[in-house]
């Protein structure tokens, strides 16, 4: 039982920030890359930024500069800082993590739900 929520998400003015947090929960032996995608409408997935679990970062060039990815490994759980957003940061955000649970052998992925963040003035 290994599950991923988001939250902090919400409608927010060009310009803003907001802070995205995804925890992980259950039955878990170990979390590698954690990252953050993003959906909008009639597009496809991209990714946002990952995080490896020693704190390396990547980022799309979309939001570099303007977002930062962290983590806390020992609260399992990685955020997502999000300044001076733009309207075409709107999307709905998920939660990605590579996660061994402790019955498991092998990391697979694990999704949040998503929230969803609207930049809008």
């Known amino acids: 039982q290994v599950q991923l929520v988001e939250s902090g998400g919400g409608l927010v003015q060009p310009g803003g920030s907001l802070r995205l947090s995804c925890a992980a929960s259950?039955?878990?032996?170990?979390?590698?890359?954690m990252g953050w995608y993003r959906q909008a409408p009639g597009k496809e997935r991209e990714l946002v930024a990952d995080i490896t679990s020693s704190g390396t970062t990547n980022y799309a060039d979309s939001v570099k500069g303007r977002f930062t990815i962290s983590r806390d490994n020992a609260k399992k759980t990685v955020y997502l800082q999000m300044n001076s957003l733009k309207p075409e940061d709107t999307a709905v955000y998920y939660c990605n993590g590579a996660v061994m649970g402790y019955s498991a052998s092998t990391y697979r992925n694990y999704w949040g739900q998503g929230t969803q963040v609207t930049v809008s003035s």
């Open positions: 259950g039955s878990i032996f170990s979390i590698s890359t």
